[in-house]
């Protein structure tokens, strides 16, 4: 038995809607030792019902990941389970077609047929999918759902007569329509204006919960995964940097990668690092001495070299400095380059050691550009990153 299947047997398919095991993609023809990986050596679950998120930069892989999923790419390396049944292992040549997987896709495009009323978008599945129906029952179904998603009375409109955000909500409506167990979402959102996204957002969302429908979700918008997900993947060129709750990747991220993708973050490099006497980490910085009680998780350290200090601008303590009183440990000193009002707050560019540091404070403080400053940065909410 290979690895690969060990590791796999090893995790529950009985609550696990998708189990990815070393799924490697190169779009080479002749994938040599050096070929180049899309998506390189990536496993994870996505519970049943749950709303779990592929996050990263353009050309990480997260539409690559998608399309093996839905069995639109046969991936070099790996394996893939779907409802406890295997739909592809490259070892074994194995390839479920994607019609045949249970499975629903929304592209980023929508995938709306422009010849079509949007009646028969909508009942496409139906007539044509996995599960086929036929009678009066497959228009009455397409109309209920159509009301559902707030396409009520555009059943016979065609499919171009609606706005971009109608056509997203025929997507789903479609997609829906299909019964999936598992409905992979690529970046359907990226086409609407800000105010209609965030709407949607949420639309989305409690349509997944009331259908009962895992998904599986990419986009590049941090602020999008933090808002709908349960959990979120974080990739980076083709590998995944951490697998968690939006809470925790915020503030537990495991890497400077993470740190910075997700919020803003401000990263100092580390010349060295200790264990602190009474425990987290003593980091050796250009501003001095960081004591830091944040450390990735597993992650035990006596002795490094390099690494960030990493803090969030809402946890960075600001005051006026006070010539008398000497900053204590875990505060330096630093004056104010820039104060921008931002009606609930007011955020600050401060060097200190001349490193640029952002503080995000509540207004009403004299904290002019040139005011000499104290920075407090909480052990508490300050974390050490290996990398
Ligand atoms: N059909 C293809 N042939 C060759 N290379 C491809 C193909 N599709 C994607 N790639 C490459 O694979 C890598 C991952 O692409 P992918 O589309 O998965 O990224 P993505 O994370 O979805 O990015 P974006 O946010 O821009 O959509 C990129 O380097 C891309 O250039
Ligand atoms: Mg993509």
């Not at 499975?103 to 980023?108: C, E, G, L, R, T």
């Not at 060097?351 to 005011?371: E, W």
Request: net charge negative; proline share 5%.
């Amino acid at each position: 038995m290979t690895e690969t299947m060990v590791e796999a047997m090893n995790r529950d398919t009985t609550t696990n809607s998708i189990v990815i095991t070393q799924l490697r993609k190169s779009y080479e023809k002749s994938a040599d030792a050096d070929a180049a990986y899309a998506v390189d050596n990536i496993s994870f679950d996505v519970p049943k019902g749950q709303f779990v998120t592929l996050l990263g930069p353009s050309g990480c892989g997260k539409t690559t990941t998608l399309r093996c999923v839905a069995g639109l790419e046969h991936a070099t390396e790996g394996r893939i389970e779907m409802g406890g049944e295997v739909v592809f292992d490259a070892a074994r040549k194995r390839h479920v077609r994607p019609e045949e997987r249970p499975i629903a896709m929304v592209p980023q495009s929508y995938g709306i047929w422009p010849h079509m009323k949007v009646i028969d978008n909508a009942a496409f599945p139906m007539r044509h999918g996995r599960n086929r129906r036929r009678g009066p029952e497959v228009r009455q179904r397409a109309l209920e759902m159509l009301e559902q998603v707030g396409l009520a009375g555009m059943a016979d409109r065609w499919a171009t007569q609606l706005s971009g955000g109608q056509q997203q909500r025929l997507a789903l409506a479609r997609a829906l329509l299909g019964d999936p167990e598992v409905l992979l979402l690529d970046e359907p959102l990226s086409n609407l204006d800000a105010k209609l996204r965030a709407k949607l957002r949420q639309e989305l969302r409690s349509f997944q919960e009331q259908f009962g429908v895992t998904a599986l979700y990419v986009t590049h918008d941090q602020a999008e995964a933090l808002a709908m997900s349960d959990t979120v993947i974080v990739m980076n060129k083709g590998r995944i940097e951490q697998i968690d709750r939006p809470e925790r990747l915020y503030d537990h991220p495991r890497s400077s990668f993470v740190a910075d993708f997700i919020g803003s973050a401000n990263l100092f490099p580390v010349r060295d690092a200790s264990a602190g006497t009474r425990g987290g980490v003593l980091a050796r910085t250009d501003l001095g001495p960081v004591l830091c009680s944040r450390t990735a998780p597993g992650e035990e350290v006596r002795h490094h070299n390099g690494g960030f200090v990493c803090v969030r601008p809402e946890d960075v303590g600001v005051r006026p400095a006070d010539a008398d009183a000497a900053p204590a440990d875990n505060e330096f000193t630093g004056v104010v380059e820039s104060a921008e009002f931002l009606g609930d707050r007011l955020e600050l560019v401060v060097r200190s050691a001349n490193l640029p540091i952002t503080v995000s404070t509540r207004a009403g403080q004299d904290l002019r550009p040139g005011r000499e400053v104290v920075l407090r940065l909480s052990p508490a909410a300050t974390s050490y990153l290996a990398n």
